[in-house]
């Protein structure tokens, strides 16, 4: 393939940049089957260069369309086509962009940042090959077959695109280490069109033996990727590679370049690999070699044993897992990675954002408030015949086939903005009683998440200890993430309550700003002994916390201290009157009482 | 229509095959919510349900699928049509599945004002919308918790009262909806609401085999699905049409399975141990052990149905209790074994 065999062995960035060139031309050839390609990169010229290579990598003809990230769904599914209804004078479909890119592309702006609901959208499109269209009055089933290119820009470990998405686009790639000199050398080998095409015929004579199969299932069972999408779309990437290559038969390379491409990033674990046939050096020289020389070696390689061929694949995967990954991994011994949030303070979905819809009212648009067309149409409609007759003949010549609407048909959408609420559990957890605390506060988020849907209630959990303050849970109504990121919680080291409220005042003022009404829950017995700088020190940490306490009156956020400590402590009282804040000393807090008091002081915010 | 993947060749996943199984035999158990892993083939199978559901008789122009033999089923054009001999014209149709698409608007939910009949010819028409086309089948809504909140209100309103209700730009219609919710979603992307799980008469949770031979048979299977899904679909075509057999035959030998005293004892003493809100969860139990009971052509239900059916029955049914980490269904497994297992 593309880089020449005698090129000089080349560092990590460039073997990055080696196979995401890859990844673009097994997308070009088969993008519905492979799904796509989260491409992490900053933007830029790598990123822009890579697009472009993709772009030119297409076959002639085939659609590739950029989505932004908060594409309505007329624009994205479809809905009615405004000009041409009143043209025609009967409602026209408008297509949206997803079956406008049939056969093509879709290139996802800002994925980190993209909602749930329309990640859902696309995996529909791409589970069913199809949009299915109920809106507007118009019911469609449109044809997509289609590859996503989810472009990643997110900077933090949490900022990704929704794994829904990204669980159904074959490739990840993470650009963001290579620079603009390594993305020059290989891009002038690609070549275009013409190959995609013929690729693309050939596609659906490539055939798969059983063996390969089942080396690339069990190399993503061994790298701990539960998901059967992994190797089904691992296979397909092979097929592409073998397309592409010009054969009719899958062979082990390919199923190592997809075990790279497509497996070896989704690694929860590291795989245990036999040691008799898998030296250092193999792993090493595999994946480099695999691509170009495939032409000339299957022959001698075809002989090879089941099992050779499975530890083949694992060994290309294991090689390509990324050293940041591999860190991440043995971090965590293997275990989960940390759940995702949709948005560093967890974006709401969009159902949530955007209130709730009580229908329409008739009513001027502009300002903001936006005419709803079908209805709009609706209340014209019937009047269609008398406004015809009294317009009179001299008009009927301009007018004969358009529909007549009149100011007092306009329909304007109405909302009502409910405020839901967020509550932000600030938790102390430091020192002796920090255990005792977290397990409270654990249960109080869990209670509340229990049975708070009705209300659509979110849940934050920031606890402070040492000399930091984090965000353990970003609001979420998800039980079973909560449970999960609460799961593990540590504890004891000094109390930098100063820093807690700070955090609790920022992350409330995001989500005011969002237009939720947030609610801080402070759980401590009120004695700091960090102060904001991070130096220890009583006086100054409770001169500290108290200005912080300040802030949250100030800022007018709804407060709850519940005082943990064995005894009522003059500090945490002290710490309340600042905060504005209800006062309640529950030294053998159970969670009912607190996510009680938690609803309480919500319903007087609201 | 794009093709489905035959019902029978799912791989595993025993518990969720057999959840619609039931649902399928029973549609008054109330459906069947599929909660779980992303790429475990949740919605494969839920779409794969309309295959193994025999055809009923409607009548002939109505856009609700009235049942001809129930004449007054609160379907207005049924009623107003004067049949000749008191009978309306009826065929054999499909029972309706039919998806519930995420951004649906409102109008296509419940049905509106026919926007083309209205501008072309100025007639105030009703355009029936999903609702009506679910009556008598199935509705099923993928990622159900990503559903927006007044559609979720819309459905509980109508998924109790079993009618539409349509009052909309000068329309005023009404008519039957009587329809199984079916669901399927994700956990992680948030909770369901109490009263919308409520609704689902079994809860499946589903997660990806970890057994390797199984795991390969799946991704075969799809990889032969994908390449070639005709062929796929007439390789099974056997093995389907068996399954479908078995669901006819069961729906016809449902009212005659007994239920012994013993067994509804059972099933009471089950659900109190288990602290469930309300009765519907002791119907559902019994409901759902008797169509079990009907698949596996027992004469009356038995200590092994109640406890294969009591946990898809239960496990969304009990009060969450936060500082209880077990799951709902090793709390549900623990009961049944306390009880049974004396």
């Known amino acids: 393939m593309t880089p020449a065999p005698d090129a000089p062995p080349r560092d990590e960035t460039a073997e990055r940049w080696g196979d995401a060139v890859r990844a673009a031309r097994l997308v070009a050839v088969d993008p519905a089957g492979i799904g796509g390609i989260v491409l992490r990169a900053h933007a830029g010229p790598v990123r822009e260069r890579w697009l472009a290579l993709l772009q030119g990598a297409l076959a002639e003809g085939t659609p590739l369309r950029r989505l932004p990230v908060r594409a309505g769904d007329d624009r994205l599914l479809g809905g009615l086509d405004l000009a041409e209804t009143l043209r025609l004078g009967r409602p026209v479909l408008e297509r949206g962009l997803l079956a406008d890119c049939d056969g093509g592309i879709v290139v996802a702006a800002m994925a980190e940042r993209m909602t749930a609901g329309t990640a859902a959208r696309l995996a529909a499109a791409l589970d069913t090959s199809s949009v299915h269209l109920e809106r507007d009055g118009l019911a469609a089933r449109l044809t997509t077959r289609i590859g996503v290119v989810a472009l990643d820009e997110g900077i933090a470990e949490d900022e990704r695109p929704p794994p829904a998405l990204a669980e159904r686009l074959g490739c990840h790639l993470d650009l963001t280490p290579v620079g603009v000199t390594a993305s020059e050398d290989l891009s002038a080998a690609l070549e275009g069109t013409e190959e995609t095409a013929a690729a693309r015929s050939r596609l659906g004579r490539v055939a798969v033996d059983g063996e390969i199969l089942a080396a690339l299932v069990a190399a993503a069972a061994a790298l701990g990727i539960g998901s059967l999408r992994a190797p089904s779309l691992a296979l397909k990437a092979a097929r592409a590679a073998a397309a592409l290559d010009g054969r009719d038969q899958v062979a082990p390379e390919d199923a190592e370049l997809a075990a790279r491409l497509v497996l070896a990033p989704r690694a929860t674990c590291l795989p245990a690999l036999p040691e008799d046939t898998a030296p250092e050096e193999d792993q090493a020289e595999e994946p480099d070699e695999a691509p170009e020389d495939d032409a000339d070696t299957p022959a001698g390689e075809d002989d090879s044993e089941p099992d050779r061929l499975e530890d083949r694949v694992l060994a290309a995967a294991a090689a390509a897992i990324p050293a940041d990954l591999l860190a991440l991994l043995n971090l965590s011994q293997g275990g989960r990675r940390p759940p995702r949030a949709s948005g560093p303070a967890g974006a709401p979905q969009k159902s949530l954002s955007r209130g709730r819809p009580l229908g329409t009212r008739q009513g001027r648009p502009g300002g903001g408030v936006r005419l709803n067309v079908v209805e709009t149409l609706r209340a014209a409609a019937p009047w269609q015949p008398v406004r015809r007759a009294r317009q009179g003949d001299d008009a009927a010549a301009d007018t004969g086939r358009r529909v007549l609407v009149r100011p007092d048909d306009f329909r304007i959408n109405a909302f009502k903005q409910r405020s839901e609420s967020t509550a932000i559990f600030l938790v102390d957890a430091s020192g002796s009683a920090a255990l005792h605390r977290l397990a409270e506060a654990k249960g109080a988020v869990e209670t509340l998440l229990a049975d708070c849907y009705i209300r659509r209630e979110q849940v934050a959990l920031i606890a402070f200890r040492g000399q930091t303050a984090d965000l353990l849970l970003p609001p979420t109504r998800s039980l079973v993430r909560a449970k999960r990121s609460l799961s593990g919680l540590p504890g004891g080291g000094g109390t930098p309550l100063a820093a807690g409220i700070d955090a609790g005042v920022a992350l409330a003022e995001a989500l005011s700003r969002k237009g939720r009404t947030p609610i801080l829950v402070l759980l401590t017995d009120g004695r700091a002994n960090i102060a904001r700088d991070g130096s220890p020190g009583r006086e100054q940490a409770g001169a500290d916390a108290l200005a912080a306490a300040r802030a949250v009156h100030l800022a007018g956020l709804p407060a709850l201290l519940i005082d943990m400590a064995p005894r009522p402590q003059p500090a945490a009282q002290a710490l309340a009157m600042a905060m504005a804040a209800r006062y309640l000393a529950l030294p053998h807090a159970d969670p009912g009482t607190v996510s009680q008091a938690v609803r309480v002081t919500a319903a007087e915010a609201a | ?342």
């Open chain 2, 1 to 342: 229509m794009p093709s489905v993947f035959p019902f029978a060749a799912i791989v595993g996943q025993d518990e969720m095959k057999l959840a619609i199984l039931i649902a399928a035999v029973d549609p008054k158990i109330g459906g069947v919510l599929v909660f779980g892993d992303r790429g475990t083939g949740k919605s494969t199978a839920v779409r794969a349900l309309a295959a193994l559901l025999p055809k009923m008789r409607a009548v002939v122009g109505c856009p609700y699928g009235c049942d001809p033999d129930k004449p007054g089923g609160h379907c207005e054009v049924c009623q107003v049509d004067d049949a000749p001999n008191g009978r309306l014209k009826s065929r054999q149709v499909p029972v309706p599945v039919v998806d519930l698409p995420l951004g649906a608007t409102e109008d296509r939910v419940v049905g509106a004002l026919d926007l083309e009949q209205a501008l072309t010819r100025g007639r105030k028409a009703f355009e029936p919308g999903l609702l009506a086309r679910a009556n008598r089948g199935f509705l099923y809504i993928d990622e159900a918790n990503l559903l927006e909140d007044h559609l979720v209100d819309l459905l509980l309103d109508v998924a109790a009262s079993g009618e539409n209700v349509v009052e909309r730009e000068g329309l005023s219609v009404r008519h039957p909806a009587r329809f199984v919710l079916v669901g399927s979603g994700n956990p992680e992307e948030g909770e369901l609401r109490p009263q919308l799980l409520d609704r689902f008469g079994l809860s499946v949770e589903v997660t990806t085999p970890t057994d390797l031979a199984t795991r390969i048979e799946v991704v075969r299977r799809r990889d032969a699905f994908e390449g070639d899904p005709d062929g796929f679909a007439e390789d099974w075509a056997k093995e389907e049409a068996k399954l479908r057999r078995r669901v006819v035959a069961a729906r016809k030998r449902l009212d005659g399975v007994s239920v012994p005293d013993a067994a509804l004892e059972r099933a009471a003493r089950l659900c109190l141990s288990l602290g469930t809100d309300g009765l519907r969860g002791e119907l559902t139990l019994v409901r759902a052990a008797r169509a079990l009971a009907a698949l596996d052509n027992r004469p009356a239900v038995s200590d092994d149905q109640l406890r294969r059916v009591a946990p898809p029955a239960l496990r969304h049914r009990l009060r969450r209790n936060p500082l209880d980490d077990a799951g709902s269904t090793t709390r549900v497994g623990r009961a049944v074994a306390e009880l049974f297992d004396v």
